[in-house]
């Protein structure tokens, strides 16, 4: 005859719910949580321990212990049309410009008994059992609007935000005070593939205001040490003053544990803390610094009139000429002087104990090697590779993503990664991760992102396919056959115009333009 077990102890209680959780997802937590009041108290902080949010139910999270009879789309009546370059219009509720968003939402929240006593008891759910549970926070949303920045900067000349930019102005106006436990978070888009351009530009997410995008991450509470911003080069600048993210992570550096950037641009004045000429600059203290990555992601559509907006900011924060930034690489991606000069920083700032406790610290730069028309083995224009900087270990490594269409004609978006000496192949999406070793995952179920160290958490690891033993010799041999003459090409590729002067070495025969560059890991 079964028997009931009684007095649970709440500890045990909430490692069941957990496992539910981690095994299970939110479907099944919240079918845990409906066994009994006593299952349903012990739930709910696991329920809203890890909260991840995106375009489809953000506004319902914000809205269910807020005043759900304040329209924020009403504060002008009229649609907004938006010209989107080579495919249909499409239509933008004009809602309300940044300075109007930022004062409607600077008014404090009702408190939780003037709404119970609006619409009754029943309608309102306890603030203190949600939003003041959550430890993390992720954001997993598609920004809003067209892919070509030229016709978005005209579009967005009349001060208008998406729906998208005005949640995400709501949630700012409210971590600061409603989310006092928030200790990770994290905000990334995922990458969309495209045959053509035409495509490319009709489907493609939009772009972050970077006036809300910064917003956010100013408004993060103290107890906030981990922030993962991965905006897959989306963020865009729609002028000259807009905010820099360079300047507020300088302020946040002192207190963060786990740091994370995928962005289009960044700089070392996140570093430098003050400078004064003919002196070396003195770097800002992390001390609880444990992990640190910083990947450039290259855009892929033309007129990026923003970066030169954030280059010229970063030009005036410096302080002496000598740190100025150069304008003659084309806008589009990171140059690669501000990637080295970025990577000097940190190594600089790391090798005089200003991160006494990290155990990682990366700079990922992308690159693409354009090929030789005489090279027969491989169909594509260029291969592409990623430049890693370990700060750590004082030491570069070069990742090559290897062609792969000619044997996986079946999956186009399959690569193949060769790193120290192994080979596989995965999407690109398992591929990028794999290449910027990131300190983050998501989760197995819910699809958090959580720091590696986090306890208690199933994190998803990449599952990248080993070749046979076949495929393995056929991309070896093929290496081995043209390995010299790439290595020369490459560096061909890499120094033109005297890009890296004064950083050669030689490796049989072949100059290249990083001191410790590793071409046996290709």
């Known amino acids: 005859m079964p028997t009931t077990i009684k007095d649970i102890p709440n500890e045990l209680l909430k490692h069941i719910l957990v496992q539910i959780r981690e095994q299970g997802g939110y479907d099944a937590l919240i079918m845990a949580l409906c066994v009994s009041h006593l299952w349903n108290d012990a739930g709910t902080p696991v329920l809203y321990e890890h909260v991840v949010l995106h375009n489809g139910n953000i506004s319902r999270f914000l809205e269910s212990t807020s005043e759900p009879y304040v329209n924020i789309w009403t504060i002008t009546t009229q649609l907004h049309e938006?010209?989107?370059?080579?495919?249909?219009?499409?239509?933008?509720?004009?809602?309300?410009?940044?300075?109007?968003?930022?004062?409607?939402?600077?008014?404090?929240?009702?408190?939780?008994?003037?709404?119970?006593?609006?619409?009754?008891?029943?309608?309102?759910?306890?603030?203190?059992?949600?939003?003041?549970?959550?430890?993390?926070?992720?954001?997993?949303?598609?920004?809003?609007?067209?892919?070509?920045?030229?016709?978005?900067?005209?579009?967005?000349?009349?001060?208008?935000?998406?729906?998208?930019?005005?949640?995400?102005?709501?949630?700012?106006?409210?971590?600061?005070?409603?989310?006092?436990?928030?200790?990770?978070?994290?905000?990334?888009?995922?990458?969309?593939?495209?045959?053509?351009?035409?495509?490319?530009?009709?489907?493609?997410?939009?772009?972050?205001?970077?006036?809300?995008?910064?917003?956010?991450?100013?408004?993060?509470?103290?107890?906030?040490?981990?922030?993962?911003?991965?905006?897959?080069?989306?963020?865009?600048?729609?002028?000259?003053?807009?905010?820099?993210?360079?300047?507020?992570?300088?302020?946040?550096?002192?207190?963060?544990?786990?740091?994370?950037?995928?962005?289009?641009?960044?700089?070392?004045?996140?570093?430098?803390?003050?400078?004064?000429?003919?002196?070396?600059?003195?770097?800002?203290?992390?001390?609880?610094?444990?992990?640190?990555?910083?990947?450039?992601?290259?855009?892929?559509?033309?007129?990026?009139?923003?970066?030169?907006?954030?280059?010229?900011?970063?030009?005036?924060?410096?302080?002496?000429?000598?740190?100025?930034?150069?304008n003659d690489h084309p806008l589009g991606s990171n140059d690669e002087s501000g990637t080295i000069r970025l990577a000097e920083a940190f190594q600089q700032a790391y090798s005089q104990g200003r991160f006494p406790h990290a155990r990682s610290i990366q700079i990922v730069s992308p690159m693409r090697i354009h090929r030789r028309s005489d090279w027969a083995w491989s169909e594509r224009e260029y291969d592409e590779m990623m430049i890693v900087r370990d700060c750590v270990q004082d030491r570069t490594h070069a990742l090559r993503f290897l062609p792969s269409k000619r044997m996986y004609v079946h999956d186009e978006e399959s690569a193949i990664i060769n790193r120290h000496n192994l080979f596989a192949m995965g999407n690109h999406e398992d591929i990028k991760l794999f290449a910027e070793d990131s300190k983050w995952h998501a989760t197995a179920s819910y699809k958090a992102r959580l720091p590696v160290d986090t306890p208690e958490a199933q994190l998803e690891k990449c599952s990248l396919k080993p070749l046979t033993k076949k495929e393995l010799r056929y991309f070896t041999e093929s290496l081995a056959k043209e390995r010299y003459e790439k290595l020369v090409d490459l560096h061909k590729d890499l120094t033109e115009g005297e890009r890296h002067p004064g950083r050669i070495f030689e490796f049989d025969g072949a100059a290249f333009a990083f001191k410790d560059f590793m071409p046996e890991n290709f």
């Not at 609006?118 to 992720?138: A, F, M």
């Not at 809003?144 to 967005?156: H, I, P, Q, V």
């Not at 935000?161 to 978070?185: H, I, N, V």
């Not at 963020?235 to 992570?249: D, T, V």
Request: hydrophobic share 35%; glycine share 2%; aromatic share 8%.
């Open 82 to 326: 938006l010209t989107c370059y080579g495919h249909r219009h499409c239509l933008r509720e004009a809602s309300s410009t940044f300075e109007e968003a930022k004062n409607m939402f600077a008014k404090p929240l009702p408190s939780v008994e003037e709404l119970k006593s609006r619409r009754g008891k029943r309608y309102i759910r306890n603030r203190k059992r949600t939003w003041e549970k959550v430890h993390s926070l992720t954001l997993n949303v598609k920004p809003e609007g067209s892919a070509n920045t030229r016709y978005e900067e005209l579009n967005r000349q009349s001060g208008k935000l998406t729906p998208l930019d005005l949640q995400l102005m709501r949630l700012a106006s409210m971590l600061p005070s409603q989310f006092p436990l928030l200790d990770t978070f994290s905000l990334f888009t995922k990458e969309v593939y495209h045959k053509d351009r035409h495509d490319l530009e009709r489907d493609s997410p939009g772009f972050f205001d970077a006036r809300v995008f910064l917003e956010l991450v100013k408004s993060l509470p103290k107890s906030c040490t981990s922030i993962m911003l991965d905006t897959n080069g989306r963020e865009i600048q729609f002028g000259a003053a807009s905010p820099r993210m360079c300047l507020l992570l300088r302020e946040r550096m002192p207190r963060l544990r786990h740091l994370s950037l995928r962005v289009s641009y960044v700089c070392e004045s996140m570093l430098i803390e003050s400078q004064q000429k003919n002196k070396e600059p003195e770097y800002v203290h992390a001390p609880h610094l444990r992990s640190l990555s910083i990947s450039f992601v290259p855009r892929n559509v033309s007129y990026w009139f923003d970066l030169m907006y954030a280059r010229n900011v970063c030009r005036r924060v410096h302080f002496n000429s000598t740190a100025q930034l150069p």
